[in-house]
């Protein structure tokens, strides 16, 4: 697994070699409806998420167009989700992808079925790197209740550059049985068989391995469009079939830097016009210029219809650089639709009304009533939330022409009146967890820290954060989050902010204030940070997303002054005793040695050696009212447990890997807490509870509840027996009980 080390939002440049493909093996396709792992036990859990708000990048909006209320949406790296419109509701559909199967969350492009409403396709694949598993197409006949699924020996990009173009899936608008699926390094793929075999067609242009390949695919009629998102600007990037056999490129196409990428695009059908928005960059980031035109299908007829060109500048002199992402028709008004613009930083990006066509347009910006109060973290600190940004995904209700959504970079908004304006959100979750806390007393039994969005105080689990992200300072992404053992009212975070890199919690994590200073080092390259027992001391490591390490620096007055451990392992997690604020501990992962202090981290000195090393992943954990009882994670080394301070370790027999561990109440007659692991006694790898010190364990999770890559954190409630925490890559906070 490689995603744990990146930003959730980390856009990697193609580097798989790939081409043109005449023909695409594929695997026999699978089953989804119930799979269960041979001789797992899995005892009667209730899955539930602990609600943030979306938080994440929805990179594309789907409404049925025969079926009213019925809508879909995609996101990068969290699955794709159905609307229930009776429970007003997302309903997640890819949660039962699992751990050998990470990086088929992120969802690349989305297809209904206008003629028959319960088909649902879905092409996945997060990334197209070397080190990524291939694509897959999922096909349902229940509107994504159970799946088959069909492996492609090609790549996809779900969080790469060009992930709110699109569709690049598309059933054919002649024959139901047929489906296009458009690649970014391997060209056109078709199926005649409903999804179940794949194979490569021509197509005009060549695919390259680093390019965008084919951005789109839209049905005007009978006829089907492809965008293309490697043209330099003066070639074609436009294509359409009329036949389904043999495409060539729309003739008058515009050219130039602002119609360099076709982004999206949609078909009135009244008025017979394709509407097409442009940028200079596939976006999300990087877009500068950008364009909207429509073209008249019925002679061919090119006219620009852009509402604003970018380039000007704002009030403040800042210079008004966007483009354009997503678009949609009124399938009830003709010449009725709306754009979007992306990337517009200075003035803010907007969503634009036609109702003539691309004559005249109307910026809903403008009037917008913006009520986040059911998300109040949507403000990011500030007084008030922006309107938007990385707006790609634009749906146009076909039986409501007053309901538009759009996504931004943390949420769906909605409108019913096309002035007051909610995030559409609930169900939907796409947080990157990093660090889980369940303190011991107090209001919140969670705290978690995340991707994007910082710290987050949790009152209620079934209920957004009302403080928001936490704030004095605010941090993009959160990179350590500890409570003092004996002193839970004490809480430090640390992580990536504007004005700050770490901040203190005397009253549990409701309300902060920045240490008064900090390393110089803490800008560049914040890292995981301890607090002792007490409270009294602060161990602060630091590491660049690059892989460099640097110097840990201890504080013992709360964060004023803050003096180098020349003796500390570099990049290593501090972990401090629960019981003995002398002690702290460390893994050094380059050497597998495990380090100690027993002076409040003045001095570290190495204890146990020769342990597995080379993975910056594994982890270390203390187990709660025990000193020096340490449990070390090893992946697929297994399972390590010290109970003299980490001199020796002893390895787990009962498990075959370990990912992340962590703790929680007791079972009733136990004197040890009970201990939660991600990780896998045989071959299952998935989430697993023992109450007996590891000596036996029962999975908690089933099938359907896996959420891909899970082996960042998890946590036990320590005042709620059988409660866990676990951390996902994409779909937030995942807490089960027993049902």
Not at 27 to 38: D, I, N, V
Not at 401 to 420: E, I, Q
């Amino acid at each position: 697994m490689r995603t744990s080390h990146l930003s959730r939002r980390a856009v990697l440049a193609g580097t798989a070699a790939a081409a043109a493909l005449t023909s695409v093996p594929f695997l026999p396709a699978r089953s989804y409806a119930a799979e269960s792992a041979p001789g797992a036990a899995t005892p009667a859990y209730r899955w539930r998420t602990a609600v943030m708000g979306g938080t994440g990048f929805v990179t594309g909006v789907l409404f049925h167009p025969s079926v009213r209320g019925l809508a879909y949406a995609r996101t990068d790296i969290g699955g794709a989700y159905r609307w229930d419109d009776r429970t007003d509701r997302w309903i997640p559909l890819t949660d039962h992808i699992g751990w050998d199967d990470w990086n088929l969350l992120g969802v690349e492009a989305m297809a209904v079925d206008p003629a028959h409403p319960n088909r649902l396709y879905l092409s996945l694949g997060t990334y197209a790197q070397s080190w990524a598993g291939n694509g897959a197409v999922l096909r349902s006949e229940d509107r994504g209740a159970t799946w088959k699924r069909t492996d492609l020996s090609v790549k996809l990009g779900a969080n790469e550059d060009g992930r709110g173009c699109g569709e690049r899936l598309l059933v054919d608008p002649r024959d139901s049985d047929t489906l296009w699926l458009g690649t970014r390094h391997d060209g056109l793929l078709k199926s005649t068989d409903r999804g179940a075999t794949w194979k490569a067609v021509s197509f005009p242009a060549a695919p390259s391995a680093t390019g965008q390949g084919i951005t789109l695919l839209v049905a005007a009629g009978r006829t089907v469009y492809a965008g293309w998102g490697d043209s330099d600007g003066t070639s074609a990037n436009l294509y359409r079939t009329v036949d389904g056999t043999t495409w060539k490129a729309v003739p008058g196409q515009p050219e130039g830097t602002a119609a360099k990428v076709p982004v999206r695009a949609a078909y009135d059908r009244w008025t017979s016009h394709l509407y097409v928005t442009y940028a200079n960059a596939p976006g999300p980031n990087g877009q500068s210029d950008g364009s909207v035109h429509k073209l008249c299908t019925l002679n061919g007829k090119w006219t620009e219809v852009t509402p604003v060109k970018p380039g000007g500048t704002t009030t403040d002199g800042s210079a008004d650089t966007f483009g354009y992402g997503g678009v949609a028709v009124d399938a009830r008004r003709p010449g009725t639709l709306v754009v979007s613009t992306n990337n517009r930083w200075a003035a803010v990006d907007t969503v634009f009304r036609s109702t003539n066509g691309g004559r005249t347009w109307t910026s809903l910006k403008d009037k917008a009533v913006l009520d986040v109060s059911e998300t109040p973290f949507l403000t990011f600190g500030a007084d008030k939330p922006k309107f938007g940004w990385w707006i790609q995904a634009v749906g146009l209700d076909p039986f409501d022409s007053r309901h538009v959504v759009y996504g931004t970079g943390a949420t769906l908004y909605g409108t019913r009146d096309l002035k007051h304006w909610a995030p559409q959100i609930r169900g939907l979750e796409e947080t990157s967890v990093r660090q889980l806390i369940s303190p011991p007393t107090g209001e919140a039994h969670l705290i978690s820290g995340n991707g994007d969005i910082g710290v987050m105080y949790h009152e209620r689990l079934t209920a957004s954060p009302s403080r928001g992200m936490a704030s004095n300072p605010v941090f993009g992404s959160a990179t350590g989050l500890a409570q003092a053992a004996a002193k839970p009212a004490y809480v430090v975070r640390s992580g990536w902010g504007d004005h700050g890199n770490g901040a203190y919690s005397n009253d549990g994590g409701k309300t902060w204030a920045p240490f008064k200073a900090q390393p110089a080092i803490a800008k560049d390259a914040p890292g995981p940070i301890a607090a002792n027992a007490d409270g009294g001391v602060l161990l602060w490591s630091f590491s660049h997303w690059d892989g460099t390490k640097y110097p840990a620096h201890r504080s013992a007055d709360n964060g004023a002054t803050w003096t180098e451990i020349a003796s500390y392992p570099k990049g290593a997690a501090p972990v401090a005793d629960p019981v003995d604020p002398k002690r702290f501990y460390a893994f050094d992962t380059t050497t597998g040695t495990l380090h100690a202090s027993t002076d409040g981290g003045l001095t570290f000195t190495a204890r146990a050696t020769g342990l597995n090393s080379g993975d910056t992943e594994f982890q270390l954990a203390a187990a709660p009212g025990r000193s020096g009882d340490l449990w070390l994670s090893l992946k697929g080394n297994g399972l390590y447990r010290s109970t003299d301070g980490g001199a020796t370790f002893t390895k787990v027999g009962s498990c075959r890997a370990s990912y992340t561990l962590g703790f929680g109440k007791a079972a009733r007659g136990a004197s040890y807490p009970a201990v939660y692991m991600v990780g896998s006694t045989e071959t299952i790898t998935a989430v697993y509870r023992s109450d007996d010190e590891a000596k036996s364990w029962v999975r908690v999770n089933d099938d359907q509840h896996q959420w891909g890559w899970i082996g960042a954190a998890i946590t036990g409630d320590p005042r709620v027996y059988g409660r866990v925490y676990v951390a996902t890559n994409g779909r937030g906070v995942q807490y089960g009980e027993p049902a």
